[in-house]
């Protein structure tokens, strides 16, 4: 008897704290359908109180879209570390059924060809949570704001979702939110800690914004760097929505942001005005009315920027949709003290829920200006490519046959029309060939990503950025273009991605070699090394005799014996078609060691190459995201394993075991600065990037080897892109064909002029490109060494004054990295 009475007790008690969470998140919005199950029934806790794991969240949408025929569930990819991406897909029952036929009808609106009537039109909304791992108060919403939209037995949420079709996208980023999830769920205590230093509230050995590869996914909707933004990006193109919500967090202290964002960041050169003045302030109206009846602090026009289609928040505006930032103060766990008192993720999750179900509101109601607008939208972007001097990108390396199908593939990603070029073009000096040359019409209904692609503006005011004000991507690949006044004839569409197919020219008995001037070059000679073959660098030009005749290789060609090898003959070819046909590089048999111009094969200006053993420094000081970027690019472009190891592990670690070492960050003690410079004695190859240098000039470790270096000025530069002057005359330019290069400064630091002209591999020129820079700072960026050398020991340093990974889709400079791991023990080539 005792026992049952306390079963019933506790019976009740659950189920008066099931009704009190409900009635805090819910309470005001109507009754709820109690055949769907609850957060809390499924997740066997109060929302709120601990943070949901990402895979059941996945499993609570499956069953909610089991249990309702408002709801469907669909997979629209995999992130890097194989966690499904997906959105419920919530509207009315009858909609459901017609689902494709709404999709269809709805992408005539981004079509400037058709005219459609709004007629049965459908609103599309999309909410996406949690594109910071840390940034926790996002998923746990979701969850809240799809059980409410498939629950709701309110009339007027049933009408409404007959006129809109919602889209909830739990996280944006599976692998950041589950390795925040884990580190704040494994330091949460009950009664819960407030305390800010607690570990909860602190980020753990590695930080929770990032993807797998520490990458800011929300800066990535137009570099299109990452597996996650790609299968995003795909999916918005097959539904292009109308209203799009970002959801973030800021500082504890803060309240709530969302936009307008202040006048002076509108991007309106080139996205209509009306995105800002009537959008945006159509869903602030919603929102602060939302916010306005819980009792909820907000602001907004203070802060961040609309300034380029980056961001999760930006894209939609150059897509005839709107997007939103949205902040919210963090608690970085379950509740923690602020100045103005205790802040409580469940407090955080309300905030959200109703923001997310203003936009539903906001959208139905104005449905018709949402609607027109993206229709308007397409119509004059062909308007305003009209009213542009340049007409046509022409475009495309002759050498660099994996560049141009990235650089196709990346156009086609973001669904810009593409043409084959049909006859031979040239302007400014570079010639474009039928076969590896493209062109791009400005006038077509994706013109404003095409501009910000290619975009090359200067004329920005002066303000406070908050985030890069270049963000190219056409200049960062180092893709050969030029953008045409005149007309270009275009050839046949090009609607897929092209194929690049590789192979082995022919079987030799003598040697074989391939140019480097290839992306995947570093890929395929790592590949061949890793197979112990041993593989050779050409320093100097020839012309060697191969199973097609002739052929000129420049410096920089890979050369590999087929002699002085452990593997047989035909060991070595098969090995040779496998790296061929992984990379799409061709390379030729040689059949005479005896070259017609040029060095012969035996000539010690055909240095042996070490196979690269690479690592890199984490913890301390360093720069999680360079990191990050090093790593993407090493592991997952060329397949080159790079070790992160901790700077406690690192100071005790046998240094020998490596080539080469690159530090993103300083600040190291002075023994391991002791370390590091006799193993550079001993001949490794030091790396540093951005704040790494800076230290490095300071350091024992480069000591005497440069002039003095001019004390920090500490200002910033904004991202802004520079033209630069490449040095074709050294080991760590092999591949490239042009001094013409661009980058990124982000920084005002200079690196100080070395003794020898030749260890400048790139300065600045004469030119801002893209980007704002003070007036007054212009002058003193122009010349300026940006990637130097220095020889000490038997080891070399390679210096980058800024990253050369940048936001992974820097291909160019980073193509001087990996050369940098490969010839960066070889000193230029001397002259008789």
Known sequence: MKKSILFLIGLYLATFQGVAQDAYYFGEHGKLNPSIPTPEQFFGFQTGTWLVRYDKVVEYFRLLADKSDRASLEVFGQSWEGRDQVALIVTSPDNQEKLERIRTEHLQWVDPGVSADIGEQKIIVHLGYNVHGGEIAGTDAAVLTAYYLVASEEPDIVKRLQEAVVFVEPSQNPDGRERAANYINGFHSRPPVSDPLDREHTSGVSPHRGNHFWNDLNRDWLPLSQVESQNRVAYYHTWYPNVYLDFHEMGSGSTYYFEPSPRSSWSDHIVPEATYRVLNTILAKYFSQALNRIGSLYYTKQSYTNLSPIYGSTYPDYQGGVGTTLEIGSTAGIEIETDAGIRTFRKNLRDNFEIGLSA?????????????????????????????????????????????????????????????????????????????????????????????????????????????????????????????????????????????????????????????????????????????????????????????????????????????????????????????????????????????????????????????????????????????????????????????????????????????????????????????????????????????????????????????????????????????????????????????????????????????????????????????????????????????????????????????????????????????????????????
Do not use: C, M
Request: proline letters at 4%; charged letters at 20%; glycine letters at 8%.
């Open 360 to 832: 539903l509101l906001a959208a139905t109601d104005e449905k018709n200006v949402f609607l027109n607008h993206q229709a308007d939208f397409f119509k004059s972007a062909l308007s305003q490519a009209d009213k542009q001097a340049e007409k046509y990108i022409v475009f495309g390396s002759k050498e660099d046959r994996n560049l141009n199908r990235l650089f196709i593939h990346h156009l086609l990603q973001h669904k810009i029309k593409v043409y084959e070029l049909p006859s031979a073009f040239a302007q400014e000096g570079k010639t474009f060939e039928p076969g590896s040359a493209w062109v791009v019409p400005f006038r077509q209904s994706q013109y404003r990503i095409l501009y910000s692609i290619f975009e090359e503006n200067t004329h920005l005011s002066h303000l406070t950025y908050y985030d890069v004000s270049s963000w190219s991507t056409a200049h960062g690949y180092g893709i050969p273009f030029v953008k045409v006044k005149g007309a270009v004839k275009e050839g046949k569409a090009v609607t897929e991605t092209p194929e690049v197919r590789g192979e082995v020219e022919g079987r030799s008995h003598y040697a074989y070699a391939f140019d480097y001037y290839d992306y995947l070059s570093p890929q395929a000679t790592y590949f061949l090394q890793n197979r112990g073959v041993k593989a050779r660098v050409a320093q100097k030009a020839f012309t060697g005799k191969t199973s097609q005749g002739e052929r000129r290789f420049a410096a920089g060609s890979i050369v590999i014996p087929v002699h002085y090898q452990t593997l047989s003959a035909n060991e070595l070819y098969l090995l040779l078609t496998e790296a061929a046909t992984q990379t799409g590089i061709r390379i030729s048999a040689i059949t005479d060691g005896f070259s017609t111009d040029g060095i012969d094969l035996g000539s010690n200006d055909i240095r042996v190459l070490k196979k690269p053993v690479v690592a890199t420094i984490t913890g301390g000081s360093a720069n999680w995201t360079g990191v990050g970027e090093l790593w993407a690019l090493l592991g997952n472009t060329h397949q080159i394993p790079l070790s992160k190891i901790d700077i406690q592990q690192a100071e005790r670690a046998n240094l020998s075991n490596y080539t080469a070492i690159i530090l993103t960050g300083g600040g190291y003690s002075e023994e391991w600065q002791n370390r590091l410079a006799a193993w550079v004695d001993n001949g490794g190859t030091l790396i540093t990037t951005g704040t790494a240098t800076q230290w490095l000039l300071r350091s024992k470790v480069a000591s005497g080897l440069f002039p003095e270096t001019p004390p920090s000025q500490n200002r910033r530069i904004n991202g802004a892109l520079l033209s630069g002057k490449l040095n074709l005359n050294h080991p760590l330019t092999y591949g490239f064909t042009s001094t013409e290069f661009y980058t990124l400064k982000t920084s005002v630091e200079g690196l100080p002029q070395p003794a020898s002209p030749n260890q400048v591999i790139l300065e600045t020129a004469d030119r801002v490109v893209d980007g704002y820079i003070e007036p007054e700072l212009r002058e003193s960026l122009k010349h300026l060494p940006v990637i130097v050398t220095a020889r000490r020991g038997l080891g070399n340093l390679v210096l980058f004054g800024e990253s050369p990974t940048f936001r992974g889709y820097f291909l160019a400079p980073g193509r001087i990295l990996t050369n940098a791991l490969f010839f960066g023990h070889i000193q230029p080539a001397r002259e008789f």
